[in-house]
């Protein structure tokens, strides 16, 4: 596939990595924020393409993982109501809410459907007139184009039976939140590369600076992950601080301005909670009051269940990158994907189930595959 | 969220009722319908990048070669280095 | 900073999900903790896809499966030639000569005629083409509501050729695991008409019969270990299995395994892994390592296996893991899937 394979090949790769080996002399602790370039790392062992002293710590850029538990009890709630058609991507079933997922939901007879597109939610609206549809609608600024798109439409075709649960969250914030931590070890970003492909990457520049560390946008493929990190660490060794873009065949310095336009016109900044981090203020979206009659928090009120705190589960500390999955005492054991004790441990790009598929670990901590970085 | 994959558009679709404007994009024999709003410059034969059902960016096919350059300059800098005594 | 939340959520153990029926980690828990408890025996507890018994000197292989597939027609068949298919497939997968079939039919009210004449036509082809009768068979009705259309349970019984047993328990460190052709299509078929997912492609699913490639193997006399044909859970699924039952670590290398250009779009699209993807017409041999070679070029000659592959080998290392070197030459565990794969946008 064109403008992918190319980033998978293993001789440009191999290439790369040797590129950084001969440029590292110290080490240096990385962060990267998106989920997806996560997934990437321990897919395909990245990780051990990288010279020891480079360590990559997950973000917590995994919407996910990041929905406040009341928010999926709340969906949970809507989607048992039987006139309702409470439509998901699939990467928010199984997340366990207070008690139940969407999954249990749909198991015990609730209508949960996944679609590909909000769009596909709005069709199914106007194909079940007397059916209520609700869409689920998650994510960071990448997924809100297409959110505000589906509400705008919705609104223009007064379509009465669509509404939306927004649990939208923004990236810069939630860095921020990271840097600002007292117990913070990240010295640079690798920053979301679609995110900033919707909102440009102007507005990391002010933190940037404030905090002294490079912030290099990066794609999702192995070769822009590792051209991403040779960036960073070329700015590092030099003792740089700036905003660069790696990924510049898809991002522009402004974003797209079309989505950002659209996007504002239906959304507005608030506050939000953040699963295991707590609430970050001016870090998520909800519709704005012209809206409000698609907002399904508005139109269907629901009691919700508190959720308990659990001492044992440290997903915080994981998506803040000051833990590892594995240093999780329960990790593998008490805390499995068919037994999570939190949310990323469930979703496929969160840091905790991504290291127990693809790499587990022996009892004694020892990985069961080497990760000894190649010599030159 | 970071699914966004690169796809070639073989049609655009105009809606005259609405304004919308939709395309076929092709992703290696895969053809679905994409919304082109937020791409207003995109025209047949250029790739976008789609995430849940929208072009959100065209591909700068200029940009995507540099890295290879590059690594082609790269690799011939090796090649010197490895060549001399 | 916020106060950490995170709550416990309950598992659920009370009663039967979905996810149980994915072929993957939570089905393998269900089949040993409630129906390998209660009905132990050395046949059903050799995990594989046949169970072989002997009679009068005779080694027969005997087996059922039951299709419950989401829409009755798709891309390529029917929820009729899965099952017939299906059957003689994991009967060829013992090494048995298929003899035989039976067919159950549970059938919800109100199922359109045209429908169920479309079924037993495409069973009548596949059994034609598989050249195995359906010799008997039973009809239900259950009420509207109750049913998902039809239900289908296929039971197949097979005369052993195999002069070794074939099964997870003959594999050994420096098999060869081959793979018989491109992955994924079946699965991706089914979702290309499914509510939500759907896309244009022509993707067919690959159900086909597998004896005729199964036959070639052993009549070249090749030493045949171990065949498992890949269903739900695709190839992740089946060589999970094998390698926690004999105790072996599989590895396979993934620049190796054959995807279509076709499922590779959707997979990407989708944010599917087509190692997980279900297949009907697929499966994976394991010889000795110096057979591998002769195992290719009988099986290439096959139809139904064309693009056959070494794929992988086998290790000493009880631990029964599966391991894969990426394209980009890194590790990773590939890991037996919790519950069925879901398609992702992140």
Known sequence: MRFLDEYRDYKAVQQMAKAIRRSTTRPWTLMEVCGGQTHTIVKTGLQELLPKEITLVHGPGCPVCVTPVDMIDRAVAIAQRSDVILCSFGDMLRVPGSAQSLFDAKASGADVRIVYSPLDALNLARSNPKREIVFFAVGFETTAPANAMAVWEAERENIANFSMLVSHVLVPPAMEAILSSPACRVQAFLAAGHVCMVMGFEEYVPISQKYGVPIVVTGFEPLDLLEGVQMTVAQLESGRAEVENQYARAVRRSGNRPAQERIADVFEVTRRAWRGIGEIPSSGLRLRDGYRRFDAEFRFSVDCIHAEESSECIAGLVLQGQRKPYECPAFGTRCTPDTPLGAPMVSSEGACAAYFHFGRRKENGDPILSTAAAGD | ?85 | ?346
């Open chain 2, 1 to 85: 969220m970071c699914l966004a994959v690169p796809g070639k558009i073989a049609a655009v679709l105009e809606d005259e009722n609405l304004g919308l404007r939709r395309g076929k994009v092709d992703f290696c024999g895969i053809r679905k319908e994409v919304c082109l709003d937020y791409t207003p410059e995109a025209r047949v034969g250029d790739y976008v990048l789609v995430h849940v059902g929208f072009a959100l960016s065209v591909v700068d096919e200029q940009e995507a070669q540099r890295v290879f350059e590059a690594l082609r300059e790269l690799d011939q800098l090796d090649e010197l280095q490895e060549s001399t005594p």
């Open chain 3, 1 to 346: 900073m916020g106060i950490l939340s995170c709550p416990l959520p309950q598992p659920v153990i009370d009663r039967i999900v979905l996810a149980h029926g994915g072929g993957g980690r939570l089905t393998n828990q269900l089949i040993e903790s409630v129906f390998l408890s209660a009905f132990s025996n050395s046949a059903l507890e050799s995990r594989h896809d046949g169970a072989v018994l002997s009679a009068n000197g005779a080694h027969l292989a005997m087996t059922t499966d039951t299709y419950v597939v989401q829409p009755l027609v798709f891309p390529g068949g029917t929820i009729g030639d899965l099952a017939v298919n299906g059957t003689v497939n994991d009967l060829a997968m013992c090494g048995a000569r298929p003899l035989a079939l039976s067919a159950g039919f549970v059938l919800e009210e109100g199922l359109p005629m045209e429908t169920l004449r479309t079924i037993v036509a495409s069973m009548r082809e596949a059994a034609r083409a598989a050249e195995v009768p359906i010799v008997t068979g039973d009809t239900k009705v259950v009420d509207k509501g109750k049913g998902d259309g039809l239900f289908l349970n296929t039971a197949g019984i097979g005369v052993v050729v195999a002069p070794k047993p074939v099964g997870p328990e003959s594999v050994r460190p420096g098999d060869a695991v081959l793979v018989s052709g491109d992955l994924g299509a079946h699965g991706i078929a089914i979702l290309s008409v499914r509510n939500g997912l759907e896309f244009e492609g022509a993707v067919r699913s690959d159900t086909a019969p597998l004896w005729p490639a199964v036959e070639a193997l052993l009549e070249a006399g090749i030493e045949v270990h171990c065949l498992r044909d890949l269903t739900r859970g695709g190839l992740s699924s089946a060589l999970n299995e094998i390698a926690s039952v004999a105790r072996l670590r599989i590895t396979v290398e993934e620049a190796l395994i054959p995807v279509s250009d076709v499922v590779r779009g959707a997979c990407e699209l989708l944010g599917l892994d087509p190692l997980y993807v279900a297949n009907e017409g697929r499966f994976v041999a394991f010889v000795p390592g110096n057979e591998a070679d002769h195992a290719l070029e009988v099986l290439c000659s096959q139809p139904v296996a064309t693009g056959v592959v070494r794929a992988g080998t086998v290790h000493e290392d009880s631990a029964g893991i599966v391991t894969l070197r990426s394209r980009i030459g890194g590790n990773r565990v590939l890991d037996m899937l919790s519950g069925e794969q879901l398609p992702r946008i992140c």
